[in-house]
């Protein structure tokens, strides 16, 4: 989202990304923030806040040019505490920032109203809802790997349900095992589960390693991380993406998958039934194995659901890509 705001900025404007924490993949599109340059007051900041740097923090507060606020949340710490104390403190620590920087904020957006109402709780009073950047075709635009496709369909002949995120507690990856546990034994479905995202925490992959094998799921891959390519095969050739997601602040897969016309099934959790809008089988945020491993059956085996949701998630993806990004200039 921040590439393709970088785009539609340069249209009128000079404009560069940069980041504390550089990931490989986007070292030919983002600076490192240290080479930053000096500040100039008639210079506009973006800051696309979603977690807390005391050293990031300290920069914004001390350069002095006009500071704009994209929120993308900060998932809450106490989801964390459990798994990874020092992750749950830069958690605790950006929602301080966002009380830091408030009196520096000229313009405050948030990309759903979800995280727009969590940033009005935060004390900001002009919040603008502005989906700034999304773009839900874009994976379409990738070239597929055919190899990769041999490979998915070695792997899972009976077809996958696809599970896109990072592999972090709070997705709550052991309920889609779970469901899967069901799908494969109770409703005697041959569907696999491609889980697809970086792993963040080793001892929770680990965890839903060894939950898949004591409960006998069958043809389970973690595939880790993924170049845009991978991820536009997967989602080409992919039966339905499920997310049990605990927390989103507004949700990318859901919408990405739709504009493939894969059926998405989510359980209502933070800003997802908003994101996925009618375009998707939403479930309650308490839904469990049982529920959502029947919403995977349904959507399966009933052609007209499918269809349905099939077509409904094209308009949805579409809806959201055609939204009007003027009010952000």
Not at 36 to 63: A, C, F, M, N, Q
Not at 79 to 100: C, D, K, M, N, V
Not at 163 to 176: C, G
Not at 241 to 250: I, K, P
């Amino acid at each position: 989202m921040a590439i393709r705001l970088r785009e539609l900025i340069r249209t009128e404007f000079d404009s560069e990304i940069y980041a504390h924490h550089l990931s490989p993949e986007v070292a030919h599109e983002v600076h490192p923030l240290v080479h930053l340059g000096p500040s100039r007051r008639d210079d506009v900041l973006i800051y696309h806040s979603s977690i807390g740097e005391p050293e990031v923090t300290g920069l914004l507060l001390r350069r002095s040019e006009r500071l704009v606020l994209i929120y993308h949340n900060i998932t809450p710490a106490e989801l964390f505490i459990a798994h990874s104390p020092q992750f749950a403190a830069h958690l605790h620590w950006g929602r301080h920032e966002l009380t830091l920087l408030r009196s520096r904020v000229a313009l405050a957006v948030a990309d759903s109203q979800f995280n727009a109402d969590d940033l009005r709780a935060a004390g900001y009073s002009d919040v603008h809802v502005v989906p700034a950047g999304l773009r839900p075709s874009r994976l379409r635009d990738a070239t597929p790997d055919a190899a990769l496709a041999t490979r998915l369909g070695t792997a899972f002949p009976g077809g996958y349900v696809l599970a896109l995120s990072q592999v972090l507690p709070h997705k709550r990856f052991e309920t889609i095992i779970q469901a899967m546990h069901l799908v494969q034994w109770v409703h005697e479905l041959t569907l696999g589960l491609l889980i697809v995202g970086a792993h963040r925490m080793q001892k929770y992959h680990d965890a839903l390693v060894e939950l898949a094998r004591h409960l006998r799921v069958d043809r389970v891959w973690f595939f880790g991380s993924a170049t845009d390519s991978e991820l536009a095969t997967m989602m080409r050739l992919a039966g339905v993406l499920v997310t049990t997601s605990a927390h989103e602040g507004l949700a990318l897969p859901p919408l990405e998958a739709m504009s493939f016309g894969v059926p998405v099934i989510a359980r209502s959790a933070g800003a997802l039934a908003d994101t996925i809008g009618d375009g998707g089988l939403v479930l309650p945020p308490d839904a469990g194995p049982v529920l959502v491993g029947e919403a995977i059956a349904e959507v399966t085996n009933n052609e007209s659901l499918r269809r349905q949701l099939i077509g409904r998630g094209h308009r949805r993806a579409a809806a959201v890509e055609a939204e009007n990004l003027d009010s952000l200039f």
